[in-house]
């Protein structure tokens, strides 16, 4: 299998990570925060130090502002729900993943607020920002926008998204899924209240783990009540972070393997594996682009490229690589609100997802099957 899904899931994971996971399995194996003994006191130490390195990555300075979490859905459903009060009104882009749209409108439809839709103009940054302007409202609370499109490889103009908010006292939440690790995110440059990470994908680290970065003082209500660690006679989840956040035990093996992931983004630098990953995608977008049959959507400004064929869904494009050995997504990638916006609603595409372990034979390779499929497709459809 040659693996092309990392905008799903990075594979494989690097070395760091591995021996991470396993340092854990001999050394950390109990319950952080959870007892007073030798090995649960180490365990709150690495998970402390994972906090640390993570909040370091981001620019940031204190590592209890990391909440991790089962997901990066798990962290935008607790900034979402945990702020947003009765009455309230928000603002999304047209590119958010269902980790956005789907808790902001069951909310809605709840009645517990109401929301819009701001279009993103891709290749037009003043113009989408424009469009979340004219949508404020004097209740509009939040805004969130997520950072680079998982379908299209699309960047949106968050800084000035992020100044507009602020500007006029409104939170900004950033769903940085498919950039963390990916590109440099810098607190200092942008200010996010809400950061909301999945580690698996640029992060390297494994599955079931994502970060929730709250970037401001606003108070949040919780999701889940439980064991904390602290404060333990109080019916009442404690109010401070993280604690209040992080009912119940935290994903200790997921939160070393991330350990692992950052201590890899460190030797190779965000942005040295951008740059490679970059050099790929164009490299591929401009392959695709020669191959008679194949529709492009964009240039991508992240190593995550869509493309069709013509007379084919997405998921048959992808069911026909996969029985050549590749490993693509095909379908509509959990974003239909994205591709209503592209154009690719009734169709869907199929996404390339390049990781830091990708190479240019493994990209050639990916070229010739693409154009073997649509060499078929072509001519299936002129045979009577």
Known sequence: MIYFDNAATSYPKPRFTLDAVGEAFRRYGANPGRGGHKMAIETSEMVFKARQELITLLGGEDPERVVFTQNCTGATNLAIKGILRAGDHVIISSMEHNA?????????????????????????????????RRLLRSNTRLICCVHGSNVFGTLQP??????????????????????????????????????????????????????????????????????????????????FLPDRLEAGT?????????????????????????????????????????????????????????????????????????????????????????????????????RIGIGAFNTREQAAALLRAVAAASCRQRGAVADP
């Open 250 to 350: 935290v994903n200790t093996m997921g939160i070393a393997g991330l350990r692992g992931g950052l201590r890899f983004l460190r030797r190779r630098t965000v942005a040295g594996i951008h740059r490679s990953e970059m050099a790929l995608t164009d490299y591929l977008y401009e392959g695709l682009e020669k191959i008679d049959g194949v529709i492009l959507y964009n240039r991508p400004q992240l190593p995550v490229l869509s493309f069709g064929i013509e007379g084919m869904s997405g998921e048959a494009v992808t069911e026909a690589l996969a029985q050549k050995g590749f490993a693509l997504r095909g379908g509509f990638h959990c974003s239909p609100l994205a591709h209503q916006t592209m154009g690719t609603y009734e169709s869907g595409t199929a």
């Open 100 to 132: 956005v749209w789907r808790p902001v409108d069951a909310l809605a439809r709840a009645g517990v607020i109401r929301y819009d839709i701001a279009t993103v103009v891709p290749g037009d940054p003043a113009a989408t920002v424009e469009n979340f």
């Open 158 to 239: 968050v800084e000035e998204i992020c100044a507009l908010a602020h500007g006029e006292g409104i939170l900004f939440l950033l769903d940085a899924a498919q950039t963390a690790g990916v590109l440099p995110i810098d607190l200092r440059e942008l200010p996010a209240d809400f950061i909301c990470i999945a580690a698996h994908k640029g992060l390297y680290a494994p599955t079931a783990l994502g970060a929730l970065i709250v970037n401001c003082d606003e108070p949040l209500g919780t999701l889940l009540e439980g064991g904390s660690g602290s404060l333990s006679k109080e019916p009442a989840m404690p109010p």
